[in-house]
């Protein structure tokens, strides 16, 4: 046999691919849409222990994948957010076993209580604290106000001041 024909138990190694520019940003964007890092690997044909594998070595891929979930995660939450408040609206058709006739059609309204709690709850206490910070910015605000208010007064007292001395000076001379 010839030296570079492998035989039998000889391992055969496959040309590995290579994770391009094109890949990765491609990669991100299914992640950005999906949150599925496997999902996100199948479409640009690669496996997800390799996708780990470059988030570990390349810290801006690493951080870009953190944009992308992040931004996917605002869009799930915003998207709860508003099926909490506005609820959602379906419309439900009953029909008639015997002739297949519409018998009834109605209008259904629901809201997910429990998803609206939950957001509710997570995000009560980081409410409470901007709450806070926003009406201190405004007593600050306040504060900052009137001492420039009380500085405008002194300094219109010592321009009186200055001026009558240049008066008393001009009189003197």
Known sequence: ???????????????RKKWTNEKKAR????????LNISEAARAVQMDRTGAYALKDRDPAFAQSWRAALDKAYDEVELRLLRDSRDGSTRTE????????????????HDYPHAV???????????????????????????????????????????????????AAQADDA
């Open 93 to 108: 058709t009953v029909h008639d076993a015997q002739n297949g006739a519409i018998k009834q059609t109605k209008t259904v």
């Open 1 to 15: 046999m010839a030296s570079g024909t492998p035989t039998r138990g000889d391992a055969v190694r496959l040309p």
């Open 116 to 166: 609206a709690i939950r957001l509710f709850l997570s995000h009560q206490q980081e409410v409470a604290e901007h709450r806070a910070a926003m009406a201190q910015s405004r007593n600050d605000e306040d504060v900052i106000a009137r001492v420039r208010a009380h500085m405008d007064e002194v300094r219109a007292r010592l321009q009186k001041r200055a001026e009558a001395a240049r």
């Open 27 to 34: 990669f991100l964007a299914v992640l950005g849409e999906a």
